[in-house]
């Protein structure tokens, strides 16, 4: 499984000569070192060796090691590093003092542990070479997204994570040469944009992409209408209630899929989509067979080799339904948590601070092809529209309770593929949406 497609289930990223500056909310001092004099720190890394994000990570930590002697180990783990930590944070030693990963990773997986250290601290100190705190450089949003909830959703001690790189899942893709006018006027809500398809499907034209083989890609419909119809909760909301009555109770989740049967039924989507094996569908968009993809802002840099000549890549968040609020940009982030038990804690925190300096995340534009976490950081061309609403704070900072991913899996993405593959009407989901909630809730009695 490859990192990019770890981030598919959101539904569920040139070193300069600057010297490090610290507050003392760090306790460490400057080129002395911190943590009493420690001359070393340990990484492990959910990057392989040979990706582009390692490239990125160790370039940083050369550039660390030069500049405070600080010798910095990295393991490269791949994706199973969070799992592979997770046993030995029960023990009196820990293998590593960072963990670098998704953000899902950390805040799901590591920090209901215990085993992460509370890093507010890290929040209130200085980017090196800036007056900028940390907190100030990457917003508030981005540290409630680095905070870990509980099952129910709310939160659970402070930020265990500093994020380094972003992505965004509900981005609409097309080809800007084919589309020239929506570059300068993305349509403002889903009746503009029907508009468009429309006028596509009376060319001949099957407008929109989906490899429905990749469930969260699917969802990303449903689950975009009812936010923009109802707020970022709902889902969950519908989702908590164990009688199931709630998904029969508001009309807004039945309109939510009724837009989707629509585009279903309607004959929107490309030939083949409900039983493409992933990447097929998004290559064929990539090669002007279809006119739009909703996809996250990796899309580029997966489909870049197979595209057709001259294929220009542009972006739009998705539009809202008419009358409503656009949905927020569903972001998820990559960072490091620092282990509670980590022998060089302060040194890890100095790596943290230093790591989002601008130079690097100009690299996570230029290099990682997505979008730095630092607002005025600009994007990639193509995903630049995407990177001005983040930089707004747009996003979607709703911690979903990690205590509903088994329903999801069992109930809603199960159904909602019938949905989207037009097996099912929008009554027929609503109905059995209400059912098989209270049926799951049942079970687990």
């Known amino acids: 499984m490859t990192r990019l497609a770890a981030r598919r289930l959101l539904a569920a990223v040139s070193v300069g000569a600057l010297a490090v500056t610290l507050t003392a909310a760090c306790g460490g001092g400057g080129d002395a070192g911190p943590s009493g004099g420690a001359k070393q720190l340990t990484i492990w890394s959910s990057w392989l060796k040979g990706q582009p994000g390692q490239k990125f990570l160790q370039g940083v930590a050369d550039d660390f ?3 405070t002697g600080i010798k910095v180990t990295i393991e490269w783990k791949g994706n199973a590093a969070a799992k592979a930590l997770l046993p030995a944070l029960n023990g009196t030693e820990v293998p590593t003092d960072i963990i670098e990963s998704t953000g899902g990773a950390i805040t799901n997986a590591l920090a209901p542990t215990g085993g992460l250290l509370d890093i507010g601290d890290v929040y209130q100190m200085k980017v090196p070479g800036t007056d900028q705190t940390v907190q100030q450089a990457v917003g508030d949003q981005a540290m409630s997204l680095s905070t870990p909830v509980d099952g129910t959703g709310a939160k659970a001690g402070g930020p265990v994570q500093i994020p380094y790189w ?10 800007g040469k084919r589309f020239p006018d929506l570059v300068a006027a993305p349509p403002q809500d889903w009746d503009q944009f029907m508009a468009v398809l429309d006028a596509q499907k009376a060319k ?8 429905g083989s990749i469930q969260s890609y699917s969802a990303l419909y449903y689950t975009s209408f009812l936010s923009s119809i109802m707020g970022v909760d709902a889902l969950a909301k519908a989702s908590l209630d164990k009688s199931g009555r709630t998904w029969g109770a508001d009309p807004g989740y039945l309109q939510a899929a009724q ?36 996809n996250g802002t990796w899309l580029p840099g997966e489909v870049g080799s197979v595209a057709a000549p001259g294929f220009d ?8 339904v008419k009358g409503k609020k656009a949905p927020p940009l569903s972001v998820a982030v990559n960072g490091l948590g620092i282990l509670k038990r980590a022998k060089n804690p302060d040194a890890a925190k100095q790596f943290a601070a230093f790591l989002l300096q601008r130079k690097y995340q100009e690299q996570v534009s230029s290099q990682l092809q997505d979008i730095p976490v630092i607002k005025g950081v ?8 995407v990177k001005d609403v983040f930089d707004r704070g747009d996003i979607n900072t709703f911690r979903f309770p990690t205590g509903l991913a088994d329903y999801l899996t069992k109930v809603f993405y199960e159904l909602d593929d019938q949905l989207v593959f037009g097996k099912i009407s929008a009554k027929e989901f609503v109905d059995k949406m209400v059912s098989q909630t209270a049926a799951y809730w049942q079970s687990k009695n």
């Open 65 to 67: 090691e030069a500049k």
């Open 166 to 175: 972003a992505s965004s899942s509900n981005v609409v893709f097309y080809n």
């Open 204 to 211: 001949g034209r099957k407008p929109l992409a989906l490899d």
């Open 259 to 294: 837009m989707v049967e629509k585009l279903a039924r309607g004959g929107y989507f490309i030939e083949g989509y409900s039983a493409s094996k992933f990447p097929a569908m998004e290559n064929k968009w990539a090669n002007d067979e279809a006119d739009f993809n909703v």
């Open 313 to 320: 890549f542009r972006a739009f968040p998705f539009p809202a």
């Open 378 to 385: 600009p994007a990639p061309a193509p995903i630049q529209a």
